[in-house]
């Protein structure tokens, strides 16, 4: 949750419940065919095919202005004769890789000059000989209609677990509005003109906190025939709200290092929306978790597990008085399970394990968020989570962020200074609550 007051970038505190707190020559045109989602884990491969699964992914988001709190973006204004490079680590490794394009939300058909992908030397650098030139049907640019996404051609570049990557966009003519990701805790360069194999970081002159038209990178190549995806789900819990920029300390990079540690044959999507929730849309927040659950999770690539964390925005939206949130009905315990059961439903319908994650601690939150009525709800959806049978599995946030003295206070050493959101040692906590097993 959040207020449009907060200021995570300048780490002012404020920040929303699951709102976040710290602070891409010739084209290809393709056919509808071409650029549709990967079927998910209910559709058998072609014998010949590699098997994909996602090692980093991304929510996209309808364009959007910046602002005080959130920082500026380029999504409105889009790319013209532009290179936009983005750094993101990968999960676990593998042989080959791809990276996946939206146009989810453009108007207009999105044209890319060309894209590379090499290893980060940190910030906007590249380790020397190491960047590639991605192709897309062959062709070194592609143009993706509007509301669909794009998967470029495999590429022979190795990676290894918890790897930083690079990939580098060049748009020659304009993009249109940009889908992407609002709020991270990286930081994506843009400089003008064609710098697509530049090792170096000097022409990226300038910078943000967001991702720009990429949702994923996959990878193939794994020696298990069992890998598959796990999926967070949900808002600025799995978003990453409170964690430090840069540091990949967020719950699901805890996550995947328990996994990697316990070299278990997983990967680690992150498809958190800080702000989100499952009844309703926003104009910043995204389109409601019902909605974008489909696209977000079941059309990834080799996706097993979901794990799902919503509903505390629901809860404390009507509180925040946040004009960014769109409508802020009062909502009811009912109404939450109800769509939670809707998501288990769909989740079930396509093999996917699904686990429910219990909302976390509300009342120490620093900024308007805690009613006793929304207290009452959060408890009985909880209660819910943890004894309904409807979930496969439970991950038990809310007991493990708690303070023993009075639970619906979160332990004091393990929050964000908003109050709310976890730090590194509550995300910590978090990811130690996780059944690797029951993934």
């Known amino acids: ?244 920029p840069g540091a990949d300390n967020r719950f699901t990079d805890k996550l995947a290092e328990r996994i990697v540690a316990g070299r278990r044959p997983l990967d680690v999507v992150n498809a958190g929306i800080s702000g989100n929730r499952i009844l309703n849309d926003s104009p910043c927040y995204g389109d409601k978790a019902t909605d974008r659950f489909r696209r977000d999770v079941l059309d990834r690539p080799g996706v097993r597990t979901v794990i799902v964390h919503l509903g505390g925005n629901d809860i404390a939206a009507p509180e925040m008085g946040d004009p960014c949130m769109g409508d802020a009905p009062r909502v009811t315990a009912h109404q939450i399970i109800a769509a939670h059961r809707e998501l288990v439903r769909a989740a079930h319908a396509r093999g996917v394990k699904a686990v429910g994650a219990t909302i976390l601690p509300m009342k120490g939150a620093l900024f308007p968020l805690y009613s006793e009525q929304g207290e009452k709800v959060r408890t009985a959806v909880n209660h819910w989570i943890r004894t309904s049978g409807v979930y496969d599995s439970v991950l038990d946030v809310d007991r493990a962020l708690a303070s023993p003295a009075d639970p619906a206070l979160p332990r004091p050493g393990y929050v964000f200074q908003d109050g709310l959101h976890p730090n590194e040692a509550g995300s910590h906590a978090v990811s130690a609550a996780v059944d690797l097993n029951a993934l």
């Open 1 to 244: 949750m959040r207020s449009e007051k907060s200021r995570p970038w300048k780490k002012s505190g404020r920040r929303g419940l699951l709102a976040a707190t710290a602070a891409v020559c010739t084209m290809l045109v393709v056919s509808a065919a071409a650029v549709a989602h990967d079927a998910g884990p209910q559709k058998s491969r072609a014998a010949a095919g590699p098997a994909w699964t996602g090692a980093w992914g991304t929510a996209v988001q309808q364009p959007v202005e910046g602002s005080e709190d959130w920082g500026p973006n380029w999504s409105r204004q889009g790319f013209a004769d532009q290179s936009v490079r983005q750094v993101v680590r990968v999960a676990t490794g593998g042989s080959a890789l791809r990276i996946r394009l939206s146009n989810a939300y453009g108007t207009a058909p999105l044209r890319i000059t060309g894209a590379t992908v090499g290893r980060s030397a940190g910030d906007a650098q590249v380790w020397p000989g190491t960047a590639r030139k991605l192709t897309f049907g062959g062709a070194e640019g592609a143009t993706i209609a509007p509301g669909r996404d794009l998967a470029s051609d495999a590429e022979a570049l190795s990676t290894s677990p918890l790897e930083k990557l690079t990939v580098t966009l060049y748009f020659a003519g304009r993009s249109g509005a940009a889908t992407f990701h609002r709020f991270t805790t990286a930081t994506s360069y843009r400089a003008p003109g064609r710098h697509l194999t530049d090792p170096g970081g000097d022409a990226f002159t300038t910078s943000t906190n967001a991702w720009y038209f990429l949702s994923g990178v996959e990878v193939s190549g794994s020696a298990s025939p069992r890998r598959g995806t796990v999926v967070a789900f949900g808002d600025s819990l799995m978003d990453g709200a409170g964690a430090t």
